[in-house]
């Protein structure tokens, strides 16, 4: 079912435009949290990779815009992103205002190894690398996924070294999670 003579269908707007608003959200907090952390001190690291992760979750999600707003989704790939949402929170929460979406690293601050950071040393990673897997899959862009996976685990590669570097180096905790 469409949206009379758009073409769009209405499930799949309403999915991504709550996707949109939710990213939208966590900018907003992300630049918050940052904000507070470099007033305490924090020193952030690997800004100069920052733009280009922006830049592909911006085209991920515009890419969604063009070529699944027409494609009613599949509800079981929706549930499993719904899933990956609660992991989501469950990440954002435990690391509280310490999660942005930079490297940031507050000298002195104990390394965060609570919640999903018990089993995963960059739980936020793995989820948001399901995502860009996950809500293409929802709506059948195979190849989409394909290409937007690899093009985030090229960039998440030297991320999640830069962040180790500046965890080893300065010996405490870093606000995790990539956008």
Do not use: C, K
Not at 103 to 127: D, E, Q, W
Not at 139 to 145: C, D
């Amino acid at each position: 079912m469409t949206l009379s003579g758009t073409g769009l269908d209405p499930l799949s707007v309403a999915v991504l435009a709550l996707v949109t608003l939710l990213r939208l959200g966590e900018l907003l907090l992300a630049r918050r949290n940052t904000a507070v952390l470099i007033a305490q001190g924090g020193v952030e690291h690997g800004a100069a990779h920052y733009p280009l992760i922006v830049s592909l979750h911006t085209a991920w999600l515009g890419g969604l815009w063009l070529l699944a707003s027409g494609t009613s989704p599949s509800w079981a790939w929706l549930a499993v992103f719904l899933v990956l949402q609660v992991l989501r929170l469950w990440v954002l929460s435990t690391l509280g205002p310490r999660w942005t979406t930079r490297i940031v690293v507050l000298p002195g601050a104990p390394l965060v190894t609570g919640g999903p950071y018990r089993f995963l040393s960059h739980p936020n990673y793995a989820v948001v690398s399901a995502e860009i897997l996950v809500l293409p899959a929802a709506f059948g862009l195979w190849t989409f996924a394909l290409v937007f996976s690899l093009l985030n685990a090229s960039l998440l590669l030297h991320r999640i070294q830069v962040e180790d570097d500046a965890l080893r180096n300065f010996g405490t905790a870093s606000p995790r999670g990539p956008r």
